[in-house]
């Protein structure tokens, strides 16, 4: 009886990229690259594995990744840097807020979309929860409003019902200021 082996070219792929880079003293970017490049169709074998098909780019800081189940549905996911607006999301950006460390999620599929938005302020959490509450009361529209703030002064302030949501989470940061986190989810007709 023959035995027949299977043969994979990760483990060369992924020697062929560390002795590349070893072999460029001095050369970060390529070895940036290679490994980026190495690390995105890696991601993409693990989702094949699974019955899917994927193509993941983790260039500029953002991992995006455009997956099709065995279905043939299509889900993309956009991290770290998606580009989302104040009108994409449907509520105000903090005034003056930088966007922090985690940037911003785009997730879409055949059910809805998912996006959220961190960014950093100097102002107390008191003050950005002020500045939300009426918004999202407002914004209530007979949903369910919730209005949660800790003795630190930490805020969670969140509208939702059957199909939709937002939350606003803010935290005080040990610097001083605090980061604020937006999530909204919105399923589309017909989606269960």
Known sequence: MQTVRRFSPL???LAASLGLGGGLVGC???KEKASEKLTEKMIESAIEKDGGKAKVDLSNGTVRTTFTDEKGQQSTYEMGGAKISEQDFGLAFYPGAEPG???????????GEMLMVTLKTADTPAKVAAFYRDKLRAA????QFVDMVEGNGDALLMIADDKDG??????????GGSEITMSTQHRKPGAS
Do not use: C, H, N, Y
């Open 166 to 175: 937002m939350q606003v989470s803010v935290k005080a940061l040990e610097e």
């Open 101 to 111: 460390k985690d940037g911003s999620t785009r997730m879409a599929s055949a059910e």
């Open 140 to 143: 209530a529209k007979g949903r």
């Open 11 to 13: 483990p060369l792929i």
């Open 28 to 30: 970060d970017k390529v």
